[in-house]
T-cell receptor, first 115, second 108 residues
């Protein structure tokens, strides 16, 4: 069991470039999440998918799009990267979003720098 | 919207001293979870509290959930260098809202 995997681990982009962050989980979880982590800001939710076929905005969705490709995979796309999107991005999964008893499992993160 | 605040933001202690971080929510929580993130790592689940006034212990760590289910605390007794990291509380059901975290440094 690999848990939650993310690719790439590191990425440097120029302003205006686009890229897609990939996330996959092998725990058969229904819910998946994308967070960004900035110093002193904690973990802020970008988008989430409560179940396959659904996606919803989180606290900071502007500048991002997501795709729940199937139950395993949830990708995050930056269409036109900006320096303000320099951050560490974490993907997470959870068995059932509506339950009160499920911990979230996090991937190792993607460290993104936008120049 | 719901907000979860944590204090302090940073704490430096001497090894062997105790440490406490506090978490406060703007709304009543159905449950609260605590996570630990080691430097350079990803958040890892520690525990979940559900009941009003609940207290749970994990070795030197004691977790409390307030009677009104709007606040929580994590207390570490006799810190060790392995306790270094950032501790996050998180509340909510469908989507977890995380506090800003408390970063703990332990001097040997």
């Amino acid at each position: 069991n690999a848990g939650v995997t993310q690719t790439p681990k590191f990425q440097v982009l120029k302003t205006g470039q686009s890229m897609t962050l990939q996330c996959a989980q092998d725990m058969n979880h229904n819910s998946m999440y994308w967070y960004r982590q900035d110093p002193g800001m904690g973990l802020r939710l970008i988008y989430y998918s409560a179940s396959e076929g659904t996606t919803d905005k989180g606290e900071v969705p502007n500048g991002y799009n997501v795709s729940r490709l199937n139950k395993r995979e949830f990708s995050l796309r930056l269409e036109s990267a900006a320096p303000s999107q320099t951050s560490v991005y974490f993907c997470a999964s959870r068995e059932i979003a509506s339950s009160s008893y499920n911990e979230q499992f996090f991937g190792p993160g993607t460290r993104l720098t936008v120049l | 919207g719901q907000q979860v605040m944590q204090i302090p933001q940073y704490q430096h202690v001497q090894e062997g001293e105790d440490f406490t971080t506090y978490c406060n929510s703007s709304t009543t929580l159905s449950n609260i979870q605590w996570y630990k993130q080691r430097p350079g790592g990803h958040p890892v689940f520690l525990i979940q509290l559900v009941k009003s006034g609940e207290v749970k212990k994990q070795k030197r760590l004691t977790f409390q959930f307030g009677e009104a289910k709007k606040n929580s605390s994590l207390h570490i007794t006799a810190t060790q260098t392995t306790d270094v990291g950032t501790y996050f509380c998180a509340g909510g059901t469908g989507k977890l809202i995380f506090g800003q975290g408390t970063t703990l440094q332990v001097k040997p």
